[in-house]
């Protein structure tokens, strides 16, 4: 399996109000708490050690951009 680049969601403009709802409920440092249990979810859910791996690396070249 290799990391999903292509558009894969179903309403992913919902998805993004969603997770902005989430962070704006909370303060800053409870908002990045959140962020963080939410990407530790989504790595457990993933499985994959090569995918998880790619998209940590894509993420960090994101922000150096």
């Known amino acids: 399996m290799s990391l999903t680049l292509e558009a894969n969601l179903e309403d992913?403009?919902?998805?993004?109000?969603?997770l902005i709802a989430?962070?704006?409920s909370h303060e800053p440092e409870k908002?990045?708490?959140a962020?963080?249990?939410l990407?530790?979810?989504l790595i457990?859910?993933?499985g994959?050690?090569?995918v998880i791996d790619e998209a940590i690396e894509r993420a960090a070249l994101?922000?150096?951009a």
């Open 12 to 18: 992913p403009d919902a998805i993004y109000e969603k």
């Open 48 to 50: 994959d050690r090569k």
């Open 62 to 64: 994101l922000t150096e």
């Open 22 to 24: 989430m962070l704006e």
């Open 31 to 33: 908002a990045l708490r």
């Open 39 to 41: 990407v530790l979810l």
């Open 35 to 37: 962020s963080a249990r």
């Open 44 to 46: 457990n859910h993933i």
